[in-house]
């Protein structure tokens, strides 16, 4: 009997227990970074997604202030592009200034636009230290100067908008590195209020550009 219990006793060597453990480790480690990768992924696109409907909104809101405006001027300001718009061509000063930070985004009057609703999303879920940071690389406008456009006036109603919105993950990703991308948005706008008034301005007067 005790040799038939010998023969049939089924049991696991230490080796065998070692090996097993090992084994659950491995897949154990590679569940945890599965994991962890997926919601490094979920959160950088939740941010990318507020970035993408900032920059869509924000451009939006400019191009309808540059179709409103008589008289639109440009000058540089905090390393930016700064538009100055008037409501009408008489005008001394501009009724809407849109101007440029890097950390604060697009602000018009010194403000937040639309009454402090498109607020930049520098701030939020998923921002902040050893997370993501997020701020405006660039914003540049400048007339589109493209021959065959026509007279001069002409031309100068065509302005380029370019706005560049970055953000930079302290996180690292799969390289150890930490990643860094930019959202471009680019418009070209057609000023015609703005064309409309200049050439009436200009045929009341002498230009022989009219």
Known sequence: ?????????????????????????????????????????????????????????????????????????????????????????????????????????????????IDGVLDFPSEGVFRGPNQRTVYVDDFVVEYDNHPGLGSSVFKRSYMELTLVLAMETDVMDDTFQPVQEQHIYHRTVFMGTSYIQTKVTNAMGVNPDA
């Open 1 to 113: 009997m005790v040799k038939y219990l010998r023969k049939t006793s089924v049991g696991m060597t230490l080796l065998e227990l070692s090996a097993g453990i090992v084994v659950m480790s491995i897949i154990g480690i590679g569940m945890t970074s599965g994991a962890q990768a997926v919601m490094l992924h979920y959160q950088s696109d939740t941010v990318r997604q507020d970035l993408r409907q900032y920059g869509n909104n924000i451009m939006r809101e400019i191009v309808r202030e540059l179709n409103l405006a008589q008289k639109i001027e440009f000058d540089s300001f905090n390393g930016f592009s700064r538009l100055r718009l008037y409501e009408y061509y008489t005008d001394v000063s501009p009724n809407l200034t849109i101007s440029c930070d890097d950390k604060a985004g697009i602000q018009f009057n010194g403000g937040v636009p």
